[in-house]
């Protein structure tokens, strides 16, 4: 499978969630930015990634991840993630983009924390 | 598999037989990638190297990626077509077994025998301007079989993920091709980047992708793309110097002619 269903919703209260669903690798790139950019329509002080239906991330997914937090920091958005497996957990851990990205359980905790419930 | 509702929903309680459905999909999730990706937990270490391999900027350290780094935040990109009689499958093998084999001259890089693979840590003794020799490291931090990852560690000229991929192009050809996602890990790797670092750089992976086309008998033109991706520095992070390895390489050099004389006086 690959990563062209992309789903973005608008959370309300200034958050918006992308739905990342099946890879994200350097193929993904199109389709990640779009839905960036998509997500940004309704100006949101938070961009919410959910992780729950990503079924492969190599090491281009984590660059793109990357590229990612650049475009919300330069847009001083905050940038979370939820859902993620045990198994990418440790990947962001390793990448260290854990120290950039907050990470939830649920969506629920990320929009908690992004101050948007 | 969840649906972006069930995402939303609190958690119910599972059966049994959906518990070990749900933990064996996991499980199958988990293991389509899991051996592809280093396990490195605190600091770096290095295996056994060669005798003359210095390892004075790499154990102790953490690995860093563009988050971690100092300078403008750069996406180079070095890409060579190698026509249709190799697989990214075979380049990429006959890269991840001959890596240190493509580098230029002067230029040293001691990883393990058996190749590239998730984990390891590779040392570099690296020629800079004024015939400094500069020795740092790097982590793989992913590997498969059309593309491997190494992570820089503290200290090194960059914070940075350094990719090598090979992939079918639309008319039917492989290509092969070194990204670079970096920033310069301190100040002082800031000011040498603009003062010819960056040239040096590119001169670097295009004589690398080079030299592996000419490994299949091919002699083909590299392109090469740079895009800054942040031109915002990043001084929460200028403290990065205390790690720098030039300057640290530059003591051990000067300090040689010492441990010469305490060597011989015991």
Redesign the interface.
Known sequence: MTNDVL?V?DAGSGAAII?IKGEVT?RSEDALMGAFLEANESRPHSILL?F??L??????G??LL??L??RT??QRQQLFA??L???YR??FE????D??VGIHD???DALAAAGAT | MATDDASRTPKVEMTADETTTAEAIEEIKTARDAANWAKVSGALTVGEVPAEARNINVTGRRQTGPMQGFGKMWQKTYRVSLGSAVTPQEVISEWKAKFPNFWPEGNRFYGPLTGIAPGDVALLNLTMPGRLKLSTGVLVLYADEESFTFMTPEGHMFAAFITFSAFEDKHGETSAQAQVLLRANDPLFEVGLAAGGHRQEDKFWVHTLEALAANFGLSAEVDTQVVCVDKRRQWRNAGNIRYNSAIRSGFYTMGTPIRALRRSGR
């Open positions: 789903g919703r739905d350097a959910n729950t239906d079924e492969y991330m190599n090491s281009s984590i660059g990357v590229t937090l650049v920091k330069r939820f859902g497996t045990d198994h440790q990947i390793l990448t260290r983009l120290e950039a649920t969506e629920g």
